[in-house]
């Protein structure tokens, strides 16, 4: 057996052994603790509770959060438009409720505008039964005087009197009936010292109030106040109060009593709640 002989080596086999080649065994080792490092770098930076997303922001978030802004802004301007319009809508109403109230229907006897007031004649009374109203106006010397000297004007809703004596027109005049009269059926009776006006009624059975609307208008004014306007809110007392100031004579005395009583008996409430609370 013979032995062999060792070759030479090359210079670039020199070399290699010089600078082996690295371990890939321990390459990949040092690649996966560098993206274990990284992991654990996001980990903790999760677990600061620091984003980037959070640190940076989200570009397309925020522009499609934009248009979402936009639109919850127009729909709140929409909103308040829509209860601007209401609110101007419900005054509106109220106030068309309240002209309605206070235009309370005239007759106009235009033929006979120029009548002096101090030719007016105020002394009246009146009466009514379930077909009709009557009037009855005192003037002296009526029975004697001739008949063109009188002259009545009947309206659905007024009735006018024109009486010519001693060159002078005296007149009577109720431009607001309370309800509605038949002008067909009305007629006029001329007695000694009175001229009695029969007023039909257009709706047989009802009792007027009075014998002008003004009462009626005013009832229908304060329910409007008491429900939507100055009188909302008001107490019993301011309640009576109003009604004082827009009453007659014979009605203020009953509201003075009444407002008596309720003094007295707001006066007992709070001695007995005083009573109650030494106890």
């Not at 009624?201 to 609307?213: F, I």
Request: overall charge negative.
């Amino acid at each position: 057996m013979s032995d062999k002989e060792e070759e030479p080596v090359g210079e670039e086999e020199k070399e290699q052994e010089k600078d082996p080649e690295p371990d890939t065994a321990e390459m990949g080792e040092d690649v996966e603790d560098a993206d274990k490092g990284a992991d654990k770098e996001d980990d903790d930076g999760d677990a600061d509770g620091v984003n980037k997303k959070d640190v940076f922001g989200d570009d397309s978030d925020e522009e499609d959060e934009k248009p979402r802004k936009q639109s919850r802004l127009r729909q709140r301007d929409s909103d308040d438009s829509d209860e601007d319009a209401k609110k101007a809508e419900s005054d509106k109403d109220s106030d068309d409720d309240a002209d309605a109230l206070d235009s309370s229907s005239k007759e106009e006897f235009g033929e006979h505008r120029m009548l002096d007031v101090a030719s007016r004649i105020s002394k009246y009374s009146w009466d009514q039964t379930n077909s009709q109203v009557s009037l009855y106006i005192s003037f002296d010397g009526a029975k004697a005087l001739r008949e063109e000297c009188i002259e009545c004007h009947f309206r659905p809703r007024g009735v006018l009197l024109i009486i010519s004596h001693g060159g002078k027109q005296h007149w009577f005049k109720i431009p607001n009936l309370c309800h509605a009269v038949d002008t067909a059926a009305c007629k006029q009776t001329v007695k000694t010292d009175t001229i009695a006006l029969k007023l039909r009624k257009a709706e047989q059975g009802l009792q007027w109030s009075d014998l002008t609307d003004e009462k009626d208008q005013y009832k229908q004014k304060r329910a409007f106040r008491i429900e939507k306007g100055d009188l909302k809110d008001a107490t019993t007392e301011q309640l009576i109060a109003d009604m004082y100031q827009n009453a007659n004579d014979d009605e203020r005395e009953g509201l003075r009593e009444a407002m008596r009583i309720n003094r007295e008996k707001r006066g007992e409430d709070a001695r007995s709640a005083t009573a109650s609370n030494s106890k």
